[in-house]
């Protein structure tokens, strides 16, 4: 049980465009769901927290207007990188938090990232 | 924010228990410690957490001092398998550099 997928797993895009990055959990409901980003042979840093119908929370540094994160239904939630820039190149990963519990209590589930080039 | 120091790197050797130490002195009455773990180029896996007692799961034990300033995570068999970068983490699951730990055969 417990599993949170990613999609796409790689993602390669033209400086400009925008790409969109599906998180699922697929066998539990999730009200928070986090996004991450990872620059090679760095840790993870958070870069927002999504609330099932809520707006997201987003970390200190990290622009909204960038980084579209929209947490749909229990189960889904998408970030979309727009205009993306090489810079913007990372890997990103998503992490599910199960519903129904004490914040500091609930466990985290990671989806498994996607790698995003951007040229 | 509660934060957490572990050592850079560890080497074990195949087959070895692998205890991995983690320090969380500024760790809070409520918050639990979880232990992470990230093999390359995947998502963080979950291993363990606890709050005040010992924990085990069939991937490892977690023992957590009675002061809750520190705890260790003990991996009872290494194996190949068990290379990775480990993360002890506690507010808000705020990721440091982790553990890089390498089993060796």
Known sequence: GAVVSQHPSRVICKSGTSVKIECRSLDFQATTMFWYRQFPKQSLMLMATSNEGSKATYEQGVEKDKFLINHASLTLSTLTVTSAHPEDSSFYICSARVAGGISSTDTQYFGPGTRLTVL | ?105
């Open chain 2, 1 to 105: 924010d509660a934060k957490t120091t572990q050592p850079t790197s560890m080497d074990c050797a195949e087959g070895r228990a692998a205890n991995l130490p983690c320090n969380h002195s500024t760790i809070s009455g409520n918050e639990y410690v979880y232990w992470y773990r990230q093999i390359h180029s995947q998502g963080p896996q979950y291993i363990i957490h606890g709050l005040k007692n010992n924990e085990t799961n069939e991937m490892a034990s977690l023992i957590i001092t009675e002061d809750r300033k520190s705890s260790t995570l003990i991996l009872p068999h290494a194996t190949l398998r068990d290379t990775a970068v480990y993360y002890c983490i506690v507010h808000k699951l705020s990721f440091g550099a982790g553990t890089t730990v390498t089993v060796r055969a």
